[in-house]
């Protein structure tokens, strides 16, 4: 036999839900309405309405068998209204064939049994909340609490006391008084719990709510009918305690909601509190003028210094968020820093309070090479630097001084002290935000104002600040970071292969010479000069034996050398200052007409200054000595030069460099440091002009 699908499981639950609600109309209907007539009153009054009881009893301990979560709870509470089903079948069976019952009998003490079982279940099922509830939601659990219990013993408790039979023995009166104090219980602990939800319980919680409601209502409505001696079988109060029962047993099979951290916002702190303040004040108001029993009074009492306490732990609350709100507007979050709010609020008490005319220094920093940190490390790793960077620089300043994050990678100081005393908070709080390690170094520039001889005014001293610090950023990043990078690049090549330094001082004089006939602009003519200078990087990654072969290269050994622009751009986009650099190396070895490597680039697509670097390379490597070729003369390399322009290079740029060396003005000057730097090439695969673009 197949086992059922959770889809088939679900149509089939509700097809019985429906089912049973049909069942229960159909009952209400008979005892409400006399609908089916007399003939049909022990039918329904007996056993449909034991039927409808155990219904919702076996659903209860069916879901705490079928699932794991919550499972106590609803076992606990399907075995109270078996409990209870059990009593009743015991009185339909056994007692209403007695000429004179006995009470209280077994029936009483089954049925009383689904009092303290269903507070037991209640409080397995609400375990979860009550472990994590915050302490205003327990005290508003305890307020509702206190006020149900009050109305229960004002209306329904009081009620039974007072229309006792003092005949009946302390049994009879001890039972007569179980089931209101059992109401009172349950619904004191659905108080409680949908208190801890902030009024939120859900769809499972409010039906069980809903049911152990109407069976509370049941119950008081039978025990002033009884005390009155009003109550017969089979109306439609009978009607309530299977509706509340089956309540009971559908929400045993309700999806419990995600549990979240419930909280009371808005009007309903006040609300809340003040709803059930209003009944004990009102019970306390009439105490006045009709006197009600002490145990209501005592209730509605105790109601009332608890919603005094809820309130003044609401006003605590709400004094401590303020000044957490406060805490944070002014904070950095990661760093615990001052932010530029808190900055801003400093510096105006700095400079228009009393103490305006004290010496302070504003310092402004920004960390250099913290992006890349950022980039390589991940984000995780670059927030625990900033953080670190934070506690360090609060060392840096103290004891006369406050550090602050204004954000991302910018910090900033704010010192009491003169200008010898700056320089020194300048030198730590440099030292504070620098680090270096295995591939990545993070140092810092400054801007600095003293106030008040440079700056009188907020908003002007961070406007100093700020234009110093990005000049010495902009300084420091054009004389440290290209030239350091350059040069061990270029110390590697060397090393490789010294004997490439007069061919790539050739090729850098003539692109500097052929970039200034074409007016190229000062900073791409400095970037193309690089880039000739560069322009072999690549070739580090391809082995010697393919570098140094004497003869043409096999296919294998063309993909190898095809790679080396790439290789090239890779190892120079490393280093943020030769990024547009790498771009150039990059387009090195594209055609005119579009059959170069690596990108098939065409005409005007190709950069410029790779276009002069083609033409200026060709023309070096034609007119150097080979192992396997001898050198053409100028004027032969000119002829190739002119016989590929148009397709392997630009008509325009071999006209302006066929020029510079007809002239004569294509030779380097010697002793010319500046150009003077060793590069790599491959021997035999560079005689023409066809062999320097396309090897092999």
């Known amino acids: 036999m197949e086992a059922t699908t959770p889809k088939q499981s679900r149509k089939l639950l509700r097809t019985s839900q429906a089912i049973t609600c049909a069942v229960l109309v159909a009952f209400a209907a008979h005892t409400g309405f006399g609908i089916g007539g007399r003939g049909l009153n022990s039918f329904f009054n007996d056993w449909v309405y034991n039927a409808l009881v155990l219904v919702a009893a076996v659903s ?66 609400a375990r979860g909340r009550v472990r994590h509830a915050r302490a205003s939601l327990c005290l508003d659990g305890i307020v509702a609490a206190l006020a149900v219990c009050m109305v229960g013993e004002v209306t329904v408790f009081h009620t039974v006391v007072a229309a006792g039979d003092k005949s009946e023995t302390p049994l009879q009166m001890a039972t007569d008084l179980a089931y209101p104090i059992g109401d009172m219980a349950i619904m004191a602990l659905v108080a409680s719990v949908f208190a801890l939800t902030a009024w939120r319980p859900g769809r499972a919680w409010t039906m069980i709510g809903a049911g152990l409601g109407l069976a509370a209502v049941a119950d008081s409505i039978f025990a002033y009918q009884n005390a009155a001696g009003t109550y017969t079988i089979g109306t439609a109060l009978d009607a309530l305690w299977p509706a509340a029962a089956l309540l009971i047993g559908f929400a045993a099979w309700e999806q419990s909601s995600a549990r979240q ?20 004040l009102g019970f306390l108001v009439y105490d006045h003028y009709e006197h009600i029993d002490g145990a209501a009074t005592a209730l509605a009492g105790m109601t009332l210094v608890t919603v005094i306490v809820r309130t003044a732990m609401t006003f605590g609350e709400n004094m401590r968020m303020l000044r957490r709100s406060r ?257 150039l190396v990059r387009s090195t070895h594209e055609n005119w007409d579009g059959s170069g490597y690596p990108d098939g680039l065409a005409g005007e697509e190709i950069p410029l200054g790779a276009r002069i670097i083609a033409a200026c390379d060709a023309y070096h490597a034609m007119t150097s000595d080979r192992p396997y070729q001898a050198a053409l003369r100028p004027e032969q390399a000119v002829a190739e030069l002119r016989r590929c322009a148009g397709t392997k290079f630009d008509p325009r740029v071999v006209e302006v460099l066929s020029a510079e060396i007809e002239a004569g003005r294509a030779l380097a000057p010697e002793g010319d440091n500046e150009l003077e730097f060793p590069t790599i090439t491959a021997p035999g695969a560079e005689t023409r002009a066809d062999h320097l673009i396309d090897p092999g």
């Not at 699932?67 to 078996?82: F, I």
């Not at 004891?399 to 954000?407: E, F, I, M, T, V």
């Open 60 to 125: 209860c301990l069916l879901r705490a068998v079928r699932l794991r979560e919550r499972r106590a709870g609803w076992l606990v509470l399907g075995m109270g209204l078996a409990s209870w089903s059990t009593g009743e079948i015991y009185n339909t069976v056994h007692l209403a064939h007695l000429q004179n019952p006995p009470y209280p009998s077994l029936s009483d003490l089954l049925q009383l049994l689904f009092y303290p079982a269903s507070c037991v279940a209640l409080l397995l099922l």
């Open 327 to 583: 805490h944070e507007a002014l904070t950095d979050a990661l760093t615990g820093l001052g932010n530029r709010r808190s900055l801003m609020h400093d510096l105006e008490v700095a400079l228009a309070g009393p103490r305006a005319g004290t010496p302070r220094a504003l310092i402004l920093f920004d960390l250099d090479g913290f992006k890349r940190y950022n980039d390589d490390f991940g984000h995780p790793a670059g927030d625990a630097l900033l953080s670190q960077f934070g506690a360090n620089l609060i060392g840096a300043v103290a004891p006369d001084g406050r550090a602050y994050r204004l954000g991302g990678d910018e910090f900033c100081a704010l010192v009491s002290t003169d200008a010898p005393g700056a320089g020194r908070v300048v030198a730590a709080a440099t030292a504070a935000l620098s680090a270096h390690g295995s591939g990545f170094v993070v140092t810092a520039s400054h801007g600095l104002v003293l106030m008040p001889d440079e700056a009188r005014e907020p908003t002007a001293a961070l406007q100093i600040a700020d234009q110093r610090l990005y000049g010495n950023k902009n300084r420091r990043q054009a004389t440290v970071v290209s030239q350091q990078t350059r040069d061990v690049l270029m110390q590697v090549l060397q090393e490789q292969q010294p004997e490439l330094h007069e061919h790539l001082h050739e090729v850098s004089w003539l692109t500097l010479t052929v970039g200034r006939r074409m007016s190229v602009d000062v900073q791409d003519l400095s970037e193309m000069v690089r880039a000739a200078e560069l322009h072999d990087v690549g070739k580090m990654a391809v082995p010697d034996q393919i570098l140094g072969k004497p003869g043409p290269l096999d296919d294998i050994e063309q993909d190898f050398i095809r790679q080396h622009t790439i290789v090239g751009e890779r190892i120079l986009a490393a280093a943020p200052a030769l990024q547009s650099v790498a771009r």
């Open 261 to 280: 951290e419930a909280r009371l916002e808005g009007w309903r702190i006040l609300v809340v509190p003040v709803a059930f303040a209003l009944p004990a």
